[in-house]
C-alpha cells in the first residue's frame, strides 16, 4: 500500500513540473504565437489574402512601425527602472519640427539639423530628469505635463500648419530598401539591438532593473539612484530625438500632431511586450513584438474597410488588458517567491 502511494506521489510530483514548464512556455511565446496566427489569418484565410502579402503592404508595416518602435524603445529605458516617460512622443515632436524647419526654412545642411533636432530632445529629457530626481516629483504627472505642454508649444509655433519644403531627396532616402527591406526597418533593428545590450548586457542595464525591482534595496547597495533615473531619461529623449528625425524623413513633412499620435500605439506595445518573453517585467524583444502586434491588427482591419474607430478601440483594449495581464503575472510571480521564501 505505501508502495502504491509512493508510486503515485512521484507521478503527481512529475506532472508538476511538466505543467509548470507548459504554462512557462505559454506567457513567454503566447504573444508570439497570436501574432503568427493573426498573419495567417488575414494573409490566407481572410477576403484580404491577395493583398495582405503584397509586397507594398509588407513593406509599409514594417517601415511605418519604426517610429512607433523607437518611442517605446524610449519608454522601455525608463520604465525597466520602475518610471514612466509618457513625454517621449511629444519629446519626438520636437525633434521631427525641429528639423523640418531647420532644413525647408533655413536651408541647413542634413547633418547639422540632424544633430540640432536630436540635441534639443535630448535637453527635453534633461528636463523631465531633472524635475524628477531633483524635485522627487511623480514621473507620470510630470511627463504628462510635459506632453501637454511640448503639444501646446509645438502647435503654437507652427500654428497648426504642416511644415513643407524639405528636400525630396531625403523622401527618397526614407522609401528605399536596403536587402529589399525598408530602410526604416533596418534603423529600427539597429537601435532595438543597441537599447537590449544597453539594458541587459551592462552594469547601468543592470542597476536599472535593480532600481526597479526594489528602489530603497539599490540606493542600500550602492547604487546612485538619481544619478541612474537621470541618464535614463536623456537616452529616452535620446532615442525619441531619432524618432522625430526618421519621422520627418519618412513624411518629408512635419507637423504638431504626427509625432504625439504614436504615443498609444507605442504604450500599447510596451504593456505587450510585458506580457511576453519575460512576462511582468518591460523588455526589449516583447515590446517589438508588441509592436507589430498591434500593427498587424489594425492593417488587417483597415484592408478588410473597417471603420477608424475601431482602431482606437483596438488600440485602447489591447492597452488595458495588457496592464491588466501584466500586473497580475507580476502578482503571482510575488506570490510563488512569497511561498517558495516561507518554504
Same mark, same amino acid.
Given at each position: ?33 497570436? !501574432? %503568427? $496566427?493573426? /498573419? #495567417? =489569418?488575414?494573409? *490566407? +484565410? @481572410? ?62 545642411? !542634413? %547633418? $547639422?539639423? /540632424? #544633430? =540640432?533636432?536630436? *540635441? +534639443? @530632445? ?71 539591438? *543597441? ?149
Amino acid at each position: 500500500m505505501s508502495e502504491t502511494l509512493v508510486m503515485v506521489g512521484k507521478k503527481h510530483k512529475g506532472r508538476a513540473p511538466r505543467r509548470r514548464s507548459a504554462i512557462t512556455f505559454a506567457e513567454r511565446y503566447g504573444l508570439a504565437g497570436l !501574432l %503568427v $496566427v493573426m /498573419i #495567417l =489569418i488575414f494573409g *490566407l +484565410f @481572410a477576403p484580404t489574402s491577395t493583398l495582405f502579402f503584397s509586397g507594398p503592404n509588407i513593406q509599409n508595416i514594417l517601415a511605418n512601425q519604426s517610429v512607433t518602435g523607437l518611442i517605446a524603445l524610449a519608454m522601455i529605458i525608463t520604465l525597466v527602472a520602475g518610471y514612466f516617460d509618457i513625454s517621449v512622443a511629444a519629446i519626438a515632436g520636437i525633434s521631427s519640427v525641429t528639423m523640418a524647419s531647420l532644413l525647408a526654412t533655413n536651408q541647413v545642411p !542634413l %547633418v $547639422v539639423a /540632424i #544633430l =540640432i533636432s536630436v *540635441l +534639443f @530632445a535630448v535637453v527635453a529629457g534633461a528636463i523631465n530628469a531633472a524635475l524628477i530626481t531633483s524635485l522627487d516629483l511623480d514621473p507620470f504627472i510630470v511627463t504628462l505635463g510635459t506632453y501637454v505642454l511640448i503639444n501646446g508649444i509645438l502647435l503654437a509655433y507652427t500654428g497648426g500648419r504642416v511644415i513643407q519644403g524639405v528636400p525630396p531627396e531625403i523622401g527618397e532616402w526614407g522609401a528605399g530598401q536596403w536587402l529589399g527591406i525598408a530602410r526604416p526597418f533596418w534603423l529600427l533593428v539597429i537601435a532595438a539591438a *543597441l537599447v537590449w545590450y544597453l539594458l541587459n548586457q551592462t552594469p547601468f542595464g543592470r542597476r536599472l532593473a535593480a532600481i526597479g525591482s526594489n528602489r530603497n534595496a539599490a540606493g542600500l547597495a550602492g547604487i546612485g539612484v538619481k544619478g541612474h533615473i537621470f541618464i535614463a531619461y536623456v537616452l529616452g529623449g535620446l532615442v525619441a530625438g531619432f524618432a522625430g528625425v526618421l519621422l520627418t524623413v519618412r513624411s518629408g513633412s512635419a507637423d504638431a500632431a504626427s509625432a504625439p499620435s504614436f504615443l498609444f500605439p507605442a504604450l500599447a506595445a510596451v504593456f505587450l511586450g510585458q506580457t511576453t518573453i519575460k512576462p511582468g517585467y518591460p523588455n526589449v524583444i516583447g515590446t517589438m513584438i508588441g509592436v507589430f502586434f498591434v500593427a498587424v491588427a489594425v492593417n488587417g482591419f483597415t484592408l478588410l474597410g473597417a471603420q477608424n474607430w475601431i482602431t482606437q478601440v483596438f488600440n485602447g483594449g489591447v492597452l488595458v488588458l495588457a496592464v491588466v495581464f501584466s500586473k497580475v503575472m507580476v502578482r503571482m510571480r510575488d506570490r510563488a517567491a512569497a511561498k517558495f521564501a516561507s518554504a
